[in-house]
């Protein structure tokens, strides 16, 4: 087995935990790799004793607190996260509302809104985001604000793939969404209505680029019986702009 195969399998082996199955038992690991039971006993040694697999009750694994310690090193933790929060928190504390930081990740035809902090309340609308989860670009505002600052070049390898239905609302043709980003850079902040969870609008804005980081945008997330979108988008607008100061003199 080469030094390639054994990462790759580690890496494939880690990558079947989510959000919905944090832990999994070795015959989970075992459908999911299809390894063969000696290799993927062994690997599963080795991972556990790196501290990249921990063992849980009932003969289950999740991923370890060394994966969770290296992650923690990424650029995206100590320069964008931690310089990020203090201005996170005004924006929750200014609107009681859940707020999103976001970056966008992967090449054009696969990219997703990978969620680097959320900060949220007793008083928060219910989403379906997390810190360290993605969701779509085109049916989110942090997603809408983030495709608004991309090429052409880029835009157009995006648009070869296609794009998800997530409500009725979610606009997924190619020139309705090219001219919703066109009206995001208009006016300055993304605004979707319904688009990934009914009853829900959110207004998002981008940062200007930062040096060493991924294009990075935040947002408000509110139910549309209560969200004033033009004061939310100075808010949100506001704190992007703070944010960027702090994060590029990081």
Known sequence: MSGDGVL????????CFSADEPELTAADLAARTGLASSTL??????????????????????VGARLWELGELSPLSLRLRERAIPHLM?????????VHLGVLDGDPERATVLHVSRVTGHRSIPTVSRAGGRE????????????????EEWLHRYFSTPRERETVNTIVGEPE???DLQRTNARGYAL????????????????APIQGLPPVALGVVVHI??????????????????????????
């Open 8 to 15: 790759e399998r580690g890496l494939a082996l880690l990558g």
């Open 136 to 151: 779509p670009l085109h049916a989110t505002g942090v997603g809408k604000a983030l495709l608004a600052t991309r090429d």
């Open 192 to 207: 979707t209505r319904e688009e990934m969870t009914l009853g829900n609008i959110s207004v998002a804005a981008a940062l």
């Open 225 to 250: 019986d209560r969200a004033d979108e033009r004061v939310l988008a100075r808010m949100v607008q506001q704190t992007a702009r703070d944010m960027f100061i702090a994060v590029r003199e990081a």
């Open 41 to 62: 006993h062994r690997l599963i040694g080795t991972l556990l004793a790196k501290g990249l697999l921990v063992r849980t009750q009932g003969h289950f694994y999740a």
């Open 177 to 179: 969404l090219r001219g």
């Open 90 to 98: 005004r924006l929750y504390e200014a609107t009681g509302e859940n």
